[in-house]
């Protein structure tokens, strides 16, 4: 059964959140964020590290996914994947890219925009170490946005390392690792009533600095 268009037009929610002012933000967006983040590990928000990647081919067209934030810290934000899947390709390609959080239990969301850039072997190798068993497998035969015939066949290269690497330690593959994100421009978006939303947002103003503007929702 459809919705009717109706329906989802007077789909509307009424924001009676905290505000969020220049006056009160960090001076440094990366603080703030992680003033937020806490927040949402507070509330007991479902995968508060899940946000969406946005990248572009590079003929530009856009293509969006939900990933998960695994680290984030004075440098930028961290996010692990498989470099010949389509996200990781089109990163090679146009290493430009925009994340978004959303935590809709708090009336918030935070925009990303920044360049992206692999990280070391080793910090990629020291993340891949600390995953479970069935992921670091999972990683290892799994030819990530590739046609497959069936899903029996991926399941069976699954059985058969888990054999292999049974009583021996499973290799990182040379195609798989960390991304990190370095922001240019960050959001911090507050829902409130009437649509007056709070939108405070950070502009890299050279290394050491940012430029902090509000903007009209």
Do not use: C
Request: glycine letters at 6%.
């Amino acid at each position: 059964m459809s919705v009717k268009k109706e329906t989802i037009e007077n789909l509307r929610q009424e924001y009676s959140s905290e505000k969020l002012s220049k006056r009160d933000v960090a001076k440094d967006p990366i603080k703030q964020f992680g003033k937020w983040f806490k927040e949402a590990m507070d509330a007991g928000i479902y995968e508060p590290n899940a946000m969406t990647l946005a990248t572009t081919s590079i003929d530009r067209k856009p293509s969006a996914r939900i990933v998960l934030l695994k680290g984030y810290e004075d440098r930028g934000f961290l996010f692990y994947s498989n470099y010949l899947s389509a996200k990781g390709k089109e990163i090679a390609k146009n290493p430009v890219v925009a994340l978004v959080f959303h935590w809709a239990e708090l009336g918030r969301q935070v925009r990303i925009e920044g360049t992206v850039e692999k990280l070391s072997k080793e910090e990629s190798e020291r993340y891949f170490n600390s995953r479970p068993k069935e992921s670091r497998i999972g990683a290892l035969v799994s030819p990530q946005s590739q046609v497959i015939e069936t899903k029996d066949e991926l399941e069976q290269n699954w059985k058969e390392a888990e054999l292999r690497y049974a009583d021996k330690p499973i290799p990182k593959p040379a195609h798989w690792g960390g991304y990190l994100v370095k922001p240019q421009v960050i959001e911090f978006w507050q829902g409130r009533p009437s649509r007056l939303h709070d939108r405070i947002v950070y502009k890299k103003a050279d290394k050491q600095s940012w430029k902090i503007v509000r903007l009209a929702p």
